[in-house]
């Protein structure tokens, strides 16, 4: 079975600082992996996924997220925070196969001017 | 209108009421999903349709109905509901005979209220 651990439900960082979002998967296949945002009232959207080619994969507003398999590991990264990017992070993970999507609890991340 | 849409985007209801949620897909996907999502937990997957056929049912109560009339629509009809069940109710669709990833693409949610 698949599971998605997100480390920390409340991240907070000043603009202008690295941003970190941990994500931990287990999964009994090689998985797919996807990190979505969620600004508030508004739906989930993709900020990039990885699916088996390249371990550093590159989404939308400049974040990125490396794949680690012998971490079981999918950190969400980003150099510099935005003010804009405020908003609920979720960790989800696909068997491929399985199309399910398991989520994380989320990390809620918080810019400070 | 583009990708998935859904309404009302607000639902206030007594436990007596019956009412019903909508969802469109213009992507041309052919598997949509309900989702219940809760302050504090993680999403839940409620019920997954693929070429309109229920593929998943997550132990959802019977006072949740869904239908998918054709692979673009999705309607979840509720009667007789508990204040527990108020939540963000998202809807998703993918594609799900692609060789690549399973991506799904969410609906800004209805929230629902029950009083």
């Known amino acids: 079975a698949q599971s998605v651990t997100q480390l920390g439900s409340h991240v907070s960082v000043s603009e202008g600082a690295l941003v970190l979002l941990r994500c931990n998967y287990s999964s009994s296949v090689p998985p797919y992996l996807f990190w979505y945002v969620q600004y508030p009232n508004q739906g989930l959207q993709l900020l990039l996924k990885?699916?088996?080619?390249?371990?550093l994969v590159k989404g939308i507003n400049g974040f990125e997220a490396e794949f680690k398999k012998s971490e079981t590991s999918f950190h969400l990264t980003k150099p510099s925070a935005h003010m804009s990017d405020a908003a609920e992070y979720f960790c989800a993970v696909s068997e491929g196969s399985n199309y399910k999507l398991t989520f994380g609890k989320g990390t809620l991340l918080t810019v400070n001017p | 209108e583009t990708g998935v849409t859904q309404t009302p985007r607000h639902l206030v209801m007594g436990m007596t009421n019956k009412k019903s949620l909508k969802c469109e897909q213009h992507?041309?996907?052919?598997?949509m999903y309900w989702y219940k999502q809760s302050a504090k937990k993680p999403l839940e997957l409620m019920f997954v349709?693929?070429?309109?056929?229920?593929?998943e049912n997550n132990s959802v109560p019977s006072r949740f109905s869904p239908e998918c009339p054709n692979s673009s629509h999705l309607f979840l009809h509720l009667h007789t509901l508990q204040p527990e069940d108020s939540a963000l109710y998202l809807c998703a669709s993918s594609q799900e005979d692609s060789p690549i990833t399973y991506e799904q693409y969410f609906g800004p949610g209805t929230r629902l209220t029950v009083t």
């Open positions: 992507l041309g996907h052919n598997a």
């Open positions: 349709y693929n070429f309109k056929e229920q593929t």
């Open positions: 990885y699916t088996s080619a390249a371990t």
